[in-house]
């Protein structure tokens, strides 16, 4: 495994992208090492994220447990997250990159109900008809 050297400011960028993954992604993931990692130089860091220290390209490089996370973060693909809003993934965006401003706080949102699984009301001449045995 190769060792590189991150800034101090990538090194930061590094740990708004965990921070962030963290509140907005479901699952687990094992950060535990992340702090050691990047003191070690390592340039694949715990759970599949891959690190570049070249100027002129993102921290993050790669992000193999969740490719969807990093293109809508790195690549400006505003169609990779279906669960934020535009304004949502601007925010974040704006966090892990430049660390201005705050994170977000996720809206857990419900899926919208399927037909078949709206209740209604039985009228009373169709519960009168149905006869138990």
Same mark, same amino acid.
């Given at each position: 495994m190769h060792q590189i050297a991150l800034t101090d400011s990538q090194k930061n960028v590094v740990r708004r992208y965990v921070k962030v993954w963290r509140r907005w992604r479901p699952g687990i993931r094992g950060f535990a090492?992340?702090?050691?990692?990047?003191?070690?130089?390592?340039?694949?860091? !715990? %759970?599949?994220?891959? !690190? %570049?220290? &070249? @100027?002129?390209? @993102?921290?993050?490089a790669a992000d193999a447990m969740d490719q969807r996370f990093h293109a809508a973060m790195f690549n400006d693909d505003d169609d990779a997250l279906d669960d934020m809003t535009g304004e949502e993934l601007e925010q974040v965006r704006r966090y892990i990159l430049n660390g201005s401003g705050v994170v977000p706080v996720r809206k857990w949102r419900r899926p919208k109900p399927i037909a078949a699984n !709206?209740?209604? &009301? !039985? @009228?009373p001449a169709a519960q009168a008809s149905y006869v138990q045995d």
């Amino acid at each position: 495994m190769h060792q590189i050297a991150l800034t101090d400011s990538q090194k930061n960028v590094v740990r708004r992208y965990v921070k962030v993954w963290r509140r907005w992604r479901p699952g687990i993931r094992g950060f535990a090492e992340l702090e050691r990692d990047l003191e070690n130089g390592s340039e694949m860091l !715990v %759970d599949g994220i891959r !690190v %570049d220290n &070249r @100027p002129g390209f @993102p921290a993050i490089a790669a992000d193999a447990m969740d490719q969807r996370f990093h293109a809508a973060m790195f690549n400006d693909d505003d169609d990779a997250l279906d669960d934020m809003t535009g304004e949502e993934l601007e925010q974040v965006r704006r966090y892990i990159l430049n660390g201005s401003g705050v994170v977000p706080v996720r809206k857990w949102r419900r899926p919208k109900p399927i037909a078949a699984n !709206v209740v209604t &009301r !039985v @009228p009373p001449a169709a519960q009168a008809s149905y006869v138990q045995d």
